[in-house]
């Protein structure tokens, strides 16, 4: 299990630091092609701004996209206690509880921080579950609170929003802007193609990338999970009900799917070919088979 979170760890860290590295090249190539190398500061301004933004206001906008209510201890016990118990155990402040009202069994945690962090199930999850499969779904999201899951997940949301307005920004430029440079010749009209080409790319790149960080944390989550619960077999039951549930959620949002414990789209059959590249989660199989594997090492 510590291997399987080290590992994660690792892949996670190069993939962040992979996704930064394209968003520079990316304006970097297209103040070349525009001909203004001032673009590249502009560039790195706004995507500064905007990821502090997102940063602050992506916790709310989540929790109001999900269709997220507060909850107390009288109004939702048997969560409360849950959240309250492991969040003890794990040594975390105790986040913000949220119910919705939806019977498609789901859970999510968001936040900016442990301190500012909130963990939201909906009904269906807490009719169909029992008391070690529920600890085993809270373990895993307030894993992801613990590891910091919930900021680098808002920061990744960021990143690719910029990429894409970098892109659309440079198509609109190229087709009714185009560049003051006109003494480049020849490299100055390579640049010019090939940020072209990296724009209409990028957004599906870095859509790629999102999901690449999105599925390593769900298999950090899990395990980490079973760190606080010293239970796979509860959270492997939870995932094969989840995963058996074919129906979409109500409030289902693409905006807020890789959030989830499992992809709220009632994305049943995901996990092969091309399609696997497109998934915000792992296939639930693999997750419990690795689950399984940490229950026979144990």
Do not use: C
């Not at 109004?75 to 969040?87: F, H, M, S």
């Not at 049943?268 to 989660?281: E, N, P, W, Y």
């Amino acid at each position: 299990m510590y291997s399987q979170i080290a590992s994660n760890k690792r892949k996670t860290i190069l993939l962040m630091i992979g996704f930064v590295g394209f968003i520079g090249a990316l304006a970097w190539l297209m103040s070349e092609a525009l001909g203004r190398p001032s673009f590249v500061w502009l560039a790195v301004v706004f995507a500064v701004g905007y990821a502090l933004f997102s940063y602050f206001a992506s916790a709310k906008m989540a929790l109001a996209l999900s269709g997220a209510k507060p909850v107390t201890k009288a109004q939702a016990p048997k969560l409360y206690r849950t959240v309250e118990n492991l969040a003890i155990t794990a040594g975390l402040p105790m986040p913000k509880v949220y119910v919705i009202n939806d019977p498609a069994p789901n859970a999510f945690a968001t936040g900016r921080d442990p301190q500012h962090a909130a963990v939201a199930a909906t009904t269906g999850l807490l009719e169909m579950m029992d008391d070690s499969e529920l600890e085993g779904v809270i373990a895993h999201e307030l894993s992801h609170v613990g590891n910091y899951d919930i900021r680098v997940m808002s920061i990744v949301i960021a990143l690719v929003t910029i990429v894409s307005l970098l892109a659309d920004f440079f198509l609109r430029w190229s087709f009714f802007g185009g560049s003051d440079d006109d003494e480049g010749g020849s490299s100055g009209a390579v640049f010019a193609v090939i940020g072209l080409v990296m724009a209409l790319v990028a957004p599906l790149v870095a859509t790629l990338l999102q999901l690449a960080v999105s599925r390593r944390r769900e298999f950090l989550a899990d395990a980490s999970g079973v760190l606080l619960t010293r239970y796979p077999d509860g959270l492997a039951r939870a995932l094969a009900k989840i995963g058996g549930y074919a129906k979409p959620m109500r409030h289902a949002n693409t905006a807020t799917a890789h959030l989830f414990i499992a992809n709220p789209l009632g994305g049943r059959g995901i996990g092969a070919g091309v399609a696997k590249l497109f998934s915000t989660h792992p296939p639930v199989e693999a997750r419990i088979a690795r689950l399984k594997e940490m229950e026979t090492s144990a």
